[in-house]
């Protein structure tokens, strides 16, 4: 198990560098000089060459990321241009909203996913399942903003249920700043239970295949039982999977909905660094966002060890 | 002994293995209408400058923000356009998007794909950079690549492209990987066919099927992204009618005009849908464990 833990480990070093590559690179395949194309049009020769300077763009591109990947390793994730202040200060500050936006639509994407698949499972082929698995097949053809927009209208502009847009004032409670997230979040959870309740679906039709559920619906046993005791343990294990796999969607379908919703999240930071070409704000959120999502998906493979006693190494 | 001949009903003997499957797999009623939805939306693009009432960039501020009625089925935009023109001639643009993305993607995955599934010693190399590239979210990739690139319909299918080519180099290095072990493939080189020949006919053939599962569902996922990005102002320039322009552009208005965002919306998830519909009809066909239960 030990061997296994370390050669994962190993693994995600070795991607985690290449996402460095990947993402020092990116930047570079901006056509012309980098400082100019971050200063924009209006920029002196001056300008270019003391923000060349400032960021070692005169010296050869592999000496450049070698000092990147050395900061790196100190944690620096370099200075935001516009914003004028560290990229990891930027990145934090922009945190909160991103995280509890996630957390929560991850909440309730499982919330509806994981009873609908069981249903759809319990009763395969009946209007039910069609109905869910209908459901499922919409969910993942909404586009997010979209949909965030027209709930705008119908239950914050409309009935006046939820604020409108924005994350509260800086200095109000924590519960009234939760408050601007519950409708962003129920539009994310109901657009990312589609993948939950198909990978919850097909896991629970696996084990209400398997032997054991036929030798204890044999001994008599009630269905609910059955479906809820013995199935669901087993079926909920490769689920855990889905987590993972849900978390690089709610961060895509956050950074577009944290726009529509007019959140001051890591999403909103990302456009903004987008349209005012603000380059270490963009390598910074892809490089944390990637190593998060590498780090989640590591975590969960590391569960199933501690969850399931069949899985061994 | 006599011995009886052999017939075979003409109408089984001129149905090849492709005839049965496509029989199989349209038989499916998601299937048909899934195929019947793109098939409309697809005419509909086609024959736009000759179905459409109204040119869809005509201004005709007078007629601003009019709700949908008998002149204008979908309503007029912020600038008078007439909405259902500018749907119906948005799906020339955000289909031809999407179908771009899966023509380049898919032969760029194929390549990286059976490269890495049939040379060892590219394996490693091959994956460990798609793995990287799979760590970043879609959107943020394309984001990213789309403000390095420069926003323009061809830096967006660009910048798509390589999003989506890992997904496909994926799937097909797992088929090529399992390909690569069977007998056929080792009696083609026994009689001395090239390896280019072997890759190209034997193994492509035999991957064909999990591609074009994948090759539907990015198509869908393509023009969600597409939209997503036009949305967030780092897609296709604002003046052409893309769905994700239209619905980025109606965001001031849509407080008292919901009919600019909500025509937009719909022709994307009936695209989106429909593709998935079509997608799952082929993967529930082509995976042994589901297709004997239909």
Redesign the interface.
Known sequence: MIRYIASRLGGMVIVMLIVAILVFFITRLAPGDPAAVMLGEQATAADIANLRATYGLDRPLVVQFAYWLKELAHGNLGQSIFLQRPVTQALAERAEPTFFLTLFSLGIAMLIGVPCGIAAAVWRGKAVDQVFSAFAMLGASIPSFWFGLILMQIFAVGLGWFPVAGYGDPGVPLSDRLHHLVLPAIVLGIVNSALILRFTRASMLDVLGEDHIRTARAKGMSEARVVLHHALRNALIPVITVVGLTFALLIGGAIVTETVFGLPGVGNLVVSAVLRRDYPVIQGALLVIAALYVLINLSIDLLYLVIDPRVKY | MATLPLRVPASLSSRGPTAILLRKIFGRKVVLVGAAILTVMALAAIAAPWITPYDPMALKVLDRLQGPRAAHWFGTDELGRDVFSRVVFGARYSLMIGASVVLVSVACGVLLGVAAGFFRRLDAPIM??V???M???????A????????ASMTNVIIALSIVYTPRVARVVRASALVVRELLFIEAARALGISTWRILFIHVLQNVASPILVQATFIF?YAI?AE??LS????GVPPALPTWGTM?ASS?QF??HA?WV??F??IA??LA??SL??VG?GFRDLLDPKLRKAL
């Open positions: 460990r950079v793995d990287a590239m760590s970043f979210p879609d959107i943020l990739l984001i990213a690549l789309v403000a390095v690139l420069g869908a969600l939209a997503g949305f967030l102002g780092v619905i965001q849509v407080h919901i965002a909500l937009p919306g994307i998830v989106s849908l998935q519909m799952d």
